[in-house]
């Protein structure tokens, strides 16, 4: 089955540091994978996706992932967090067909001063 | 321009009882899905519609019914709510299947 993981329930981080949020797939073909955010009490927002190319996806927000696929991971990163970034992270990928999107158990972000 | 509209924001009912949630979107996106978030669960998806007319399972749809008359709306419906079905639904919409999807701002319902 097509899936997604997050290994890591919550991250920490000091703001100004760089952070990372894993997320590893197991997708067969050429995966279609992206990351949102959700901040408290809201919807999910689309942060960035990765079909083909460049295996460096910058998207919102200063955020950008690296799409490895000979560790089967797509990690969000950046360079300098801030508080602001604190909320949780979601992996996601197609199942099947693109019209089903199978999201990763989530990460929660704390950035702290 | 208001995106992807959900009501309504709370709900409570009792089991048995049966409820629609509105799901609108003004972007003239063609796919819509309705997806339940439980805690450390994720988001799981309930149903889709790629189309006005065209709907189609997800992975948790027992329990649920949708309806695409429109391209704008995507009702979700409870047929006979059980403390189960007790979560945060929220609809999403693109373009097409594939693309970013945009998430309302969430439905949450308790079953008592």
């Known amino acids: 089955a097509q899936s997604v993981a997050q290994p890591e329930d919550q991250v920490n981080v000091a703001e100004g540091n760089p952070l990372t949020v894993k997320c590893t797939y197991s997708?067969?073909?050429?995966?279609?994978l992206f990351w949102y955010v959700q901040y408290p009490n809201r919807g999910l927002q689309f942060l960035l996706k990765y079909i083909t190319g460049d295996n460096l996806v910058k998207g919102s927000y200063g955020f950008e992932a690296e799409f490895n696929k000979s560790q089967t991971s797509f990690h969000l990163k950046k360079p300098s967090a801030l508080v602001s970034d604190s909320a949780l992270y979601f992996c996601a990928a197609p199942t099947g067909t693109a019209s089903k999107l199978t999201f990763g158990t989530g990460t929660r972000l704390q950035v702290t001063l | 321009n208001a995106g992807v509209t959900q009501t309504p924001k709370f709900q409570v009912l009792k089991t048995g009882q049966s409820m629609t949630l509105q799901c609108a979107q003004d972007m003239n996106h063609e796919y819509m899905s309705w997806y339940r978030q439980d805690p450390g669960m994720g988001l799981r998806l309930i149903h889709y519609?790629?189309?006005?007319?065209?709907?189609d399972q997800g992975e948790v749809p027992n329990g649920y019914n949708v309806s695409r008359s429109t391209t704008e709306d995507f009702p979700l419906r409870l047929l006979s709510a059980a403390p189960s079905q007790t979560s945060v639904y929220f609809c999403?919409?693109?373009?097409?299947?594939?693309?970013?999807?945009?998430f309302g701002e969430g439905s949450r319902l308790t079953v008592l």
């Open positions: 999403a919409s693109s373009y097409l299947s594939g693309d970013g999807l945009f």
């Open positions: 519609s790629v189309g006005a007319g065209i709907t």
């Open positions: 997708v067969s073909g050429n995966p279609y």
